[in-house]
T-cell receptor, first 113, second 115 residues
Framework: DAKTTQPNSMESNEEEPVHLPCNHS???????IHWYRQLPSQGPEYVIH???SNVNNRMASLAIAEDRKSSTLILHRATLRDAAVYYC??????????????FGQGTELSVKP | DVKVTQSSRYLVKRTGEKVFLECVQD?????MFWYRQDPGLGLRLIYF???????EKGDIPEGYSVSREKKERFSLILESASTNQTSMYLC??????????????FGEGSWLTVV
């Protein structure tokens, strides 16, 4: 079955870029790659998502490997408010497991001042 | 702004009680999901629904049931609560147009303690 694999934790210094990797070698052709982050005692919040091409938004960038078996979330300048657990998620299409979300274990990012 | 509202943030229930966790979304989303989140185990899917009265089992449906009588509301039911169901429960919703690129919106979570 499809799954995503992420490092348990990563550390960064404030104002420096952070690259959060995710492996999803069993991704299927119609799966989208989503990234969410979760602060303590809150629900996950959307960061970015993509299918094949790299994506940029005001929060982050998403780099997707050509074979789609891995992706990297890039925070360009980490701030203390970026400290959270980051989840890499595969989103199945409705016609493949009804839109099911496949979560990784998440990477706990700590940011040092 | 899209909102996913979970009716109770913190509940304490006794073993054997019937427990209802309610979730309401205000954006006419077709898909709704219930997850539980436990330390070291991440988020695990309990049930999901892609339409009114439709439901699909997730990875850990045992001990739970769901109800989707109206599009905006998705209820999680613990028929007879047990201590191993103490957890944080997350509801989520999204549009469904046959593809999977739609943003998923999560509620704030419901912390359930079964004593």
């Amino acid at each position: 079955d499809a799954k995503t694999t992420q490092p348990n934790s990563m550390e960064s210094n404030e104002e420096e870029p952070v690259h959060l990797p995710c492996n999803h070698s069993t991704i299927s052709g119609t799966d989208y790659i989503h990234w969410y982050r979760q602060l303590p005692s809150q629900g996950p919040e959307y960061v970015i998502h993509g299918l094949t091409s790299n994506v940029n938004n005001r929060m982050a960038s998403l780099a997707i490997a050509e074979d789609r078996k891995s992706s990297t979330l890039i925070l360009h300048r980490a701030t203390l408010r970026d400290a959270a657990v980051y989840y890499c998620i595969l989103r199945r299409s409705r016609y493949n497991q009804g839109g099911k979300l496949i979560f990784g274990q998440g990477t706990e990012l700590s940011v040092k001042p | 702004d899209v909102k996913v509202t979970q009716s109770s943030r913190y509940l304490v229930k006794r073993t054997g009680e019937k427990v209802f966790l309610e979730c309401v979304q205000d954006m006419d989303h077709e898909n709704m999901f219930w997850y539980r989140q436990d330390p070291g185990l991440g988020l695990r899917l309990i049930y999901f629904s892609y339409d009114v009265k439709m439901k699909e089992k997730g990875d850990i449906p045992e001990g739970y049931s769901v109800s989707r009588e109206k599009k905006e509301r998705f209820s999680l039911i613990l028929e007879s609560a047990s201590t191993n169901q103490t957890s944080m429960y997350l509801c989520a919703s999204s549009l469904q147009d046959g593809r999977s690129g739609n943003t998923i919106y999560f509620g704030e979570g419901s912390w359930l303690t079964v004593v």
